[in-house]
């Protein structure tokens, strides 16, 4: 069965503290990984898409990376603006057709 | 340009009734996709719609359908609403239907059955 799994449930961390969200998955024909962010009562915002092993991808404080089984989310000198909820998704071809398949999510809380 | 915009924000309805909500995606984005999120299962995938036809529908009872219109709005119905059926449904637009530049989310409309 295709399946995201995200870990932490949740992190957290102090102003500047560096630290890693992990997505591991297990599904047939991956087109592509995303990481997306959420606050409380808003819809998920995107940040990252990755297609292949060895991948990297920036942003602000933001890297991911991909290998053939799991996609990490480095959060470097973190500040409380980054509290939030990080998503991971798959997209995947299941059964002929492309549907994305999200994890449950790390809630990140970055204290001052 | 304008972000994905579904209406209403909150709804509450009884069991039993059905209600209908709606999505209109970034202007050009030919696909729409619906998800049901809810503390306990996350992000569950509802259906994609490319260019008026159901492309995808994921594990979800008859109760829960959906169309899409030649200008690409999207609107879900369910009927017969559940107590489980209380969830945030979000809707998502991609231009290429693949999400190869990330799908958009809406905020989302907050439905409670009571």
């Known amino acids: 069965e295709d399946q995201v799994t995200q870990s932490p449930e949740a992190l957290r961390l102090q102003e500047g503290e560096s630290s890693s969200l992990n997505c591991s998955y297990t599904?047939?024909?991956?087109?592509?990984l995303f990481w997306y962010r959420q606050d409380p009562g808003k819809g998920p915002e995107f940040l990252f898409t990755l297609y292949s092993a060895g991948e990297e991808k920036e942003k602000e404080r933001l890297k991911a990376t991909l290998t053939k089984k799991e996609s990490f989310l480095h959060i470097t000198a973190p500040k409380p603006e980054d509290s939030a909820t990080y998503l991971c998704a798959v997209q995947a071809v299941i059964q002929g057709a492309q549907k994305l398949v999200f994890g449950q999510g790390t809630r990140l809380t970055i204290n001052p | 340009k304008a972000g994905v915009t579904q209406t209403p924000r909150y709804l509450i309805k009884t069991r039993g009734q059905q209600v209908t909500l709606s999505c209109s995606p970034i202007s050009g984005h030919r696909s729409v996709s619906w998800y049901q999120q809810t503390p306990g299962q996350g992000l569950q995938f509802l259906f994609e719609?490319?260019?008026?036809?159901?492309?995808n529908k994921g594990n979800f009872p008859g109760r829960f359908s959906g169309r899409q219109f030649s200008n690409s709005r999207s609107e879900m119905n369910v009927s017969t609403l559940e107590l489980g059926d209380s969830a945030l449904y979000l809707c998502?637009?991609?231009?290429?239907?693949?999400?190869?530049?990330?799908?958009?989310f809406g905020s989302g409309t907050r439905l409670t059955v009571v």
């Open positions: 998502a637009s991609s231009g290429t239907g693949t999400g190869n530049n990330g799908y958009t």
């Open positions: 719609y490319f260019s008026e036809t159901q492309r």
């Open positions: 599904v047939s024909g991956l087109r592509g």
